[in-house]
């Protein structure tokens, strides 16, 4: 019998609500879980160290816009930018913890209902230290993912909180992540420095506060939809100060982000969003296949100038998905495709820009205690709102970057059980993004390095309770 996925939220109609046959009342429980796990990773990588370069921008001198930063390495006195140099080595260790607290109730009607919070403890990449007794750590908590959920096997679930919709991570088919750390989708982004490290999986479309409804399955299909006024999360308005700004949540114009809101996921870019999911899962002659289909529409945040003038320069947001996938005799087949009209991380492009497309292919073998795998993606992105060097007046200029951005990884691994819920995993990735004529690294120490590459192999242990 078809398990009843956790999940759905106390905003539900009167028929989810109506008497069905009597069930035993149920007061809520809750149960604790999570996982923990600990690698040695070894990394290469282009361009890995840096001279005389200020963070978040170009060489010192040059003539990149240098932000103000506030929580990077390079940090003067006056808690601007300072030009650095570094080096970095090749062999470090990784661990991480998340801690899941799982709420689950049933009326008395059959509904079942709770709520499922997920605290993680990497809210940092770094520690930046500017004094003995006043730091930002790394291993920081926040949240990850929270939500409400009410349930019922004939009517379907509802959520409501800041969780993966059905087309970014929920109903998704083809996507094969079930060896080592998950492969060109797993942890060998933990050792990698930016900004050779940015993948485009479906989850990555982000956990944003929206309500979610999920079918029950009728002949092997079933559907799921959300809706997301914007990409904010939790509590508050997501402004950060006594004014309102671009990182308010409900902000639907601000300045700026024509020219930084597509290059990076720092600046919201989509409301109004939704996610639409259609899946098939049955069997054929002793094979389990399944198949997806999907959309996600959103609008565009507009530009703004001083004077308070608006202008729609990007582009609204749209992204179509398939998948297929097979399973027979300890084999799993996927392939995933999605096209549309966003950049790398779903960032909203303007116009005249490429269009996404991307590809995820990948094949898993379980064997009793041991899974083997491999996976890969290679994508077309509009890229970034990138700086490129020009080797005769040594400056640096803002380019358009029109011409597109690639990004492709493959991976292989494997992972032993050791005991239950105890993995020993061993997995190799590489990762590469290149975009020509843009200096990626944006240090000019060798000219404009429009090609990055990362080669990750991760050796260690995973604890899932």
């Known amino acids: 019998m078809r398990k009843i996925l956790l999940g759905t ?43 005389g370069t200020i963070p978040g921008g170009g060489p010192s001198g040059s003539n990149v816009l240098q932000p103000t930063q506030t929580g990077d390495g390079g940090i003067g006195a006056s808690g601007t930018a300072a030009a650095q140099s570094a080096r970095t080595g090749k062999s470090d260790f990784s661990t991480d913890a998340e801690i899941h607290v799982f709420v689950n109730g049933k009326a008395a009607n059959g509904l079942t209902y709770g709520a499922v919070v997920e605290m993680q403890f990497d809210n940092n990449e770094g520690t930046y230290r500017a004094a003995r007794r006043s730091y930002t750590s790394k291993t920081m908590a926040n949240i990850d993912e929270m939500y409400a959920f009410v349930a019922s096997p004939r009517f379907g679930q509802v959520r409501f909180g800041d969780e993966d919709g059905p087309f970014g991570g929920l109903m998704n088919v ?211 709102a990138g700086f490129a060097f020009n080797p005769t007046s040594g400056a640096y200029t803002q380019t358009n970057a029109t011409q597109g951005q690639r990004r492709n990884a493959w991976a292989v691994g494997a992972n032993y059980r050791l005991a239950p819920g105890l993995d020993l995993v061993a997995e190799w990735v590489r990762h590469s993004i290149s975009e020509r004529g843009v200096d990626l690294d944006l240090q000019g120490n060798n000219g404009i390095q429009d090609k990055l590459v990362a080669n990750v192999f991760i050796l260690g242990t995973r604890l899932a309770f």
Not at 21 to 46: C, D, K, L, N, S
Not at 249 to 266: E, H, K
Not at 284 to 309: E, H, W
């Open 9 to 51: 939220t106390a905003v539900v109609g009167a028929a989810l609500l109506a008497p069905t046959m009597a069930a035993a009342q149920e007061a809520p429980t809750v149960r604790i879980g999570g996982y923990f796990r600990a690698y040695y990773g070894y990394t290469q990588q282009t361009s890995p160290h840096v001279t």
């Open 174 to 384: 083809g996507i094969v992540t079930n060896f080592g750390t998950g492969g060109v989708y797993g942890d060998w982004q933990d050792f990698v420095i930016r900004p050779n490290r940015t993948t485009t999986s479906p989850g990555d479309l982000g956990d944003n506060t929206k309500i979610i409804y999920l079918s029950p399955q009728f002949f092997g299909f079933d559907f799921g939809a959300s809706w997301a006024f914007n990409e904010g999360t939790g509590a508050d308005t997501g402004c950060v100060s006594s004014l309102s700004g671009p990182f308010c949540d409900r902000a639907y114009a601000a300045q700026g982000v024509t020219s930084f809101g597509r290059a990076t996921d720092d600046l919201p870019g989509r409301r109004n969003e939704y996610q639409l999911m259609a899946r098939w899962r049955g069997n054929l002659a002793g094979i389990g296949l399944a198949a997806s289909f999907g959309y996600m529409g959103a609008t565009a945040v507009r530009d703004i100038t001083v004077t308070g003038t608006q202008v729609q320069t990007l582009r609204d947001p749209s992204m179509w998905q398939a998948g297929v996938q097979a399973t027979a005799y300890g084999f799993t087949l996927g392939a995933n495709y999605m096209w549309g009209n966003t950049n790398f991380f779903y960032i909203p492009t303007l116009r005249g820009d490429k269009k996404m497309q991307q590809f995820f292919v990948g094949a898993s073998y379980t064997n009793g205690p041991i899974t083997v795998g491999a996976n890969a993606f290679w994508g077309n992105y509009a890229g970034t």
